[in-house]
């Protein structure tokens, strides 16, 4: 899949003799992941300048307990929160930055990230969208070229030769890119409702349904920093 940490190589080691997942369970989960990143986000945001001199440690950090949660699926129930935790606490460091530029930025990119998400869930339980795997591949082709432009972007930066336009750029193109790419984000999200949906009729382990909502926070990061730029590029305009 799109997001790395949902793929079908998840299906080789299912077995059907743990006690399984299931989707109302994994939902309770994600209240939980979501009540601890909005906490963080909300403690943090008080705090930007004591956090932005550990903004890297915290990314970093991140990012391995993310790699270790991938690789080791069963830590996810004490990893993820964990998880949650630091995510958010960077988010809220990087959105008190737009805060600051564009006073009211932040509530109106929580509001359109989560009206994404709720639109997007009724878009997949009520199957107006199928996720075939026609859809599937063509999400996925498009993720995987988003991702590599950010690593050019990123390249770029670091060695001052060039920058990607339509990171920073505010024209009507680039701001119309923004817009696809929020949508590729917000299709990543019916993605992942499937693979869950997946998981729990092939009985995955109770664990999973801790891992499934990590994935999908990942997801639901990406669709929020997505959100925030654009909005930041409309009213830069």
């Known amino acids: 899949m799109a997001n790395p940490a949902f793929n079908e ?9 743990w006690e399984s997942m299931t989707i109302s369970w994994s939902i309770n989960k994600s209240i939980i992941l979501v009540s601890l990143t909005v906490l963080s986000a909300v403690l943090a945001w008080g705090y930007v300048d004591i ?3 550990f903004l890297i440690p915290l990314v970093i ?8 949660i991938i690789f080791k699926k069963e830590t996810a129930p004490y990893l993820a929160p964990v998880y949650a935790l630091l995510e958010w606490v960077v988010i ?8 600051t530029q564009y006073p009211g930025i932040v509530i109106q990119a929580v509001t359109a990230t989560f009206a994404v998400f709720l639109t997007m869930l009724l878009l997949y339980k009520y ?3 199928q996720v075939t795997q026609k859809f599937r591949s ?6 995987w070229a988003i991702a590599v432009l950010y690593i050019i972007s990123i390249l770029g930066s670091l060695t001052w030769w060039f920058e990607v336009p339509f990171l920073h750029s505010n024209g009507p193109l680039w701001i119309w890119i923004s817009i696809f790419i929020v949508g590729i984000a917000a299709f ?6 499937d693979m869950i949906e997946q998981w729990s009729k092939a009985h995955a382990p109770k664990y999973m349904e801790w891992f499934a909502w990590f994935g999908l926070l990942i997801t639901l990061v990406w669709l929020y920093l997505e959100v925030l730029r654009l909005l930041s590029k409309i009213r830069s305009k």
Do not use: C, G, H
């Open 188 to 193: 990543n999200l019916l993605l992942d409702f």
């Open 127 to 129: 199957r107006v969208i």
């Open 51 to 53: 956090f932005l001199p």
């Open 9 to 17: 190589k998840s299906f080789s080691w299912l077995k059907n003799d």
């Open 61 to 68: 950090w991140a990012f391995v307990f993310s790699l270790v």
């Open 138 to 143: 063509w999400v996925i082709a498009a993720t």
């Open 92 to 99: 809220a460091t990087f959105s008190a930055f737009f805060e």
